[in-house]
DNA sequence: TGCAAGACTTGTCACTAAACTC
DNA sequence: GAGTTTAGTGACAAGTCTTGCA
């Protein structure tokens, strides 16, 4: 609660962090690093230290060996054209294994008699087999879609025989997928080993593409296997089957003068095209919504890289004329027409709450969810007055991934009046904003600033919370652990803003209690040891990291919403060192403005 | 001009490799 | 060194926004 009402009071605006480009010295931190130990050495301490100094060592050397010869895509000029590439060659996709027919002796039972079904039958079986101990499988609406499904894949006296879902027996082959996972668990090192090779093969041969002179990582290069659909929330289409893609179904995209990827023996592509407009590497049409698939790079790449910092620009360059954007959108609730008042109190909205944009959906084939603009009548209630408070907004809907969106949230007057005005006669299923959709307000932006969307107030007020969290949390005087806990409180309080949730782990009670009980086992030993009451501190500060933590997950907002210059600028401000806050990968994506950022933003 | 298709970003979750503990 | 916990990663669903066509 506490943070959720520190996110609303976060009035103030500050945006003003800049790029410079500056070399990040590494090795010199991995040598600073030596001095950060007490003096007091008994036998334990010095096998301790010896253990840290190597590994820190090891990690210095890492992080130097990752700093150097990596391209530096920031500092080169953008193609101006509109295209994307100039070379592209790869070795296409690599498709899901071939279904496998299950031993003799796994039986499905139909009405309590064991029957044998055909391939495709037994395949489609085998999904359903392996979801058995999901939740999934005793909806309605899942067990509905498959079967129907299902039914597609039999033969006409299978078809014939098996006429209930209830009567289908799948335990055994449940049972044998769950010694199939047993058994992979218990192989020996050295089969473990020898598969983890052969992924590593398959990895450098198709996992990376020639992109313009550059040998660079391609995010996703296998396809999806054949399945059922998990959609989330109440989707109406969960357990479909995804069917198998062929290579007959998938486009291939690669430059004329490249070495053509080649489709497996006996099959061809559905095209070959060489559109260097485009990103994508591969795409084929998935069966379940009828969308398109692509495989694409990875976000360390420069044609994502380029996008992303991009993406943080425009940002920037919102802060420079947001107020004046404010002045506009609190004039429009006075407006005569109706459609600008609308459209001024969503995008306050947006603004204030970092609430989404909302397109539209066509009805009944995904979850019923909704952003801003569709926001409907019966997802907000008005309270003249609510506990000491005026014009109170109680926001109660299912967003993006079906995540509950509820808040109370206090507005000025002028927007209260409007709302109520929004509802006069309409029903609970009615739209908020009849006469708005995200085109007329994206078409609106766009006017106010090149390039400005709805989108971009989330990426603006995540950063710029960011940015004021971090300058009020930070003491000088704190220890690196109590540093990272204010960096990761500063995350928290955007990951509020921007509703970002998770379901508290399976495990966190037990890990918690785990976690509480060390502390209480160092807090014994406290006075011995120096270097345990640095472990204690460790292990607090994580404690309540976690607590705080319990449901709300920061890897969105720090992957796409926190412009990463205030993260690498706030640690060399403090001296923390940046794989405290980025991970291996995270430091990979974000390498332009760990390069570009200096001590003060 | 409106709408559907296409392209790309954002989001959560499950699996697994690595780290930690005893 | 085995068992347990945690962090990292990949999978893939679900959004946003742009583009192209009737």
Request: hydrophobic residues 30%; aromatic residues 10%.
């Amino acid at each position: 609660m506490f943070w959720l009402s520190l996110c609303f009071c976060l009035t103030v605006y500050r945006f003003d962090y800049k790029p410079k480009k500056v070399k990040v010295e590494l090795d010199k931190k991995a040598k600073k690093r030596k001095y950060e130990y007490g003096d007091d050495e008994d036998e334990e301490d010095v096998k301790h230290k010896k253990k840290s100094k190597d590994k820190k060592a090891a990690e210095g050397k890492k992080a130097k060996k990752e700093g150097e010869d990596k391209w530096k895509w920031w500092e080169e000029e953008r193609y101006t054209d509109g295209s994307k590439w100039r070379f592209l060659e790869h070795k296409g996709p690599v498709f899901a294994p071939a279904y496998e027919p299950l031993p003799e002796k796994v039986k499905f039972y139909y009405n309590g008699k064991p029957m044998k079904l055909s391939a495709p039958a037994e395949e489609v079986a085998t999904f359903f087999a392996k979801m058995l101990d999901h939740e999934y499988t005793t909806k309605d609406i899942f067990r509905k879609n498959f079967y129907k499904d299902w039914r597609k894949e039999m033969t006409s006296e299978e078809k014939s025989i098996i006429t209930d879902l209830k009567k289908c027996d799948f335990s055994e082959m449940n049972e044998y997928f769950k010694a199939q996972s047993e058994a992979r668990k218990q192989m020996s090192k050295e089969e473990k080993q020898k598969i983890k090779e052969e992924n590593e093969r398959l990895l450098s041969e198709y996992g990376f593409c020639i992109m313009d002179n550059h040998r660079e990582r391609i995010g996703n290069f296998r396809i999806e296997p054949p399945g059922l659909f998990r959609g989330r929330g109440d989707h109406p289409k969960m357990g479909m089957l995804k069917r198998r893609i062929r290579p007959e179904d998938v486009i291939i995209n690669c430059s004329k003068d490249s070495k053509h990827p080649k489709p497996p023996p006996g099959t061809k592509w559905k095209e070959v095209r060489h559109d260097n407009k485009v990103t994508w590497l591969a795409s084929w049409t998935e069966n379940i919504q009828g969308s398109i698939k692509y495989i694409m790079l990875n976000p360390s790449s420069r044609i994502k890289g380029e996008k992303d910092w991009q993406k943080y620009e425009t940002a920037r360059r919102l802060k420079k004329c947001v107020d004046r954007i404010r002045t506009q959108y609190r004039e429009d609730w006075k407006s005569k027409e109706m459609r600008i008042r609308q459209r001024a109190v969503a995008l306050y909205f947006i603004d204030k709450l970092a609430l989404r944009a909302g397109n539209e959906k066509e009805e009944g084939e995904t979850a019923d969810t909704v952003g801003c603009c569709s926001l409907r009548v019966e997802h907000i209630k008005l309270f003249p007055k609510m506990d000491e408070q005026e014009y109170v907004v109680e926001f109660d809907f299912l967003g993006k991934d079906s995540i509950r969106y509820y808040n109370k949230i206090p507005v000025e007057k002028r927007v209260f009046k409007n709302l109520q005005l929004f509802l006069e006669n309409k029903q609970p299923e009615d739209d908020l904003f009849d006469r708005l959709n995200t085109s007329i307000l994206n078409k609106h932006l766009q006017e106010l600033m090149d390039g400005l969307t709805a989108k971009v107030f989330r990426t603006y007020n995540a950063s710029i919370t960011l940015q004021q969290q971090l300058k009020e949390l930070t003491c000088c005087d704190d220890s690196i652990p109590a540093k990272l806990l204010s960096y990761n409180r500063a995350n928290r309080a955007v990951a509020i803003l921007c509703n970002h949730q998770r379901a508290p782990p399976k495990t966190f009670e037990k890990s918690m209690q785990n976690l509480q009980t060390k502390v209480k086992a160092v807090e014994v030993k406290r006075k011995a040891v120096q270097r345990i009451e640095e472990q204690l501190m460790k292990l607090q500060m994580q404690a309540t990291d976690r607590e705080e933590n319990k449901q709300i997950a920061l890897g969105t907002s720090k992957l796409n919403y926190l412009d990463p210059r205030i993260s690498v600028a706030w640690c060399k401000k403090w001296g923390v060192p940046i794989e405290k806050i980025y991970n291996k990968t995270q430091r990979e994506k974000f390498a332009w403005a760990i390069d570009m950022a200096e001590k003060e933003f």
